[in-house]
């Protein structure tokens, strides 16, 4: 499990679990990449989850947080921001 940073309270009243990582991939003419946390685990993410800055402006190896949110296939990040 990823090692979190916090809890933000959301808009409807939750609690969204707080991530760290690096990302380890972009694929970038395919919109989407991959973030490696800081306990090992790999997070898939898509373009449209990037919400600080711009996709094309993340780059492998730099350090981001990011929401960690259920999906059918696997881990996945949303609302990922730079840490930088």
Request: no cysteine.
């Amino acid at each position: 499990m990823a090692r979190l940073q916090g809890r933000l309270a959301t808009t409807r009243g939750g609690y969204v679990d707080v991530a760290n990582g690096t990302i380890k991939r972009i694929v970038r003419d395919r919109g989407f990449g991959f973030i490696r946390d800081d306990g090992g685990q790999e997070w898939f993410f898509h373009r449209s989850a990037v919400t600080a800055g711009a996709f094309e402006e993340l780059n492998e190896g730099q350090r981001v947080s990011f929401d960690e949110e259920p999906s059918a296939k696997g881990p996945r990040a949303g609302n990922i921001r730079s840490e930088a």
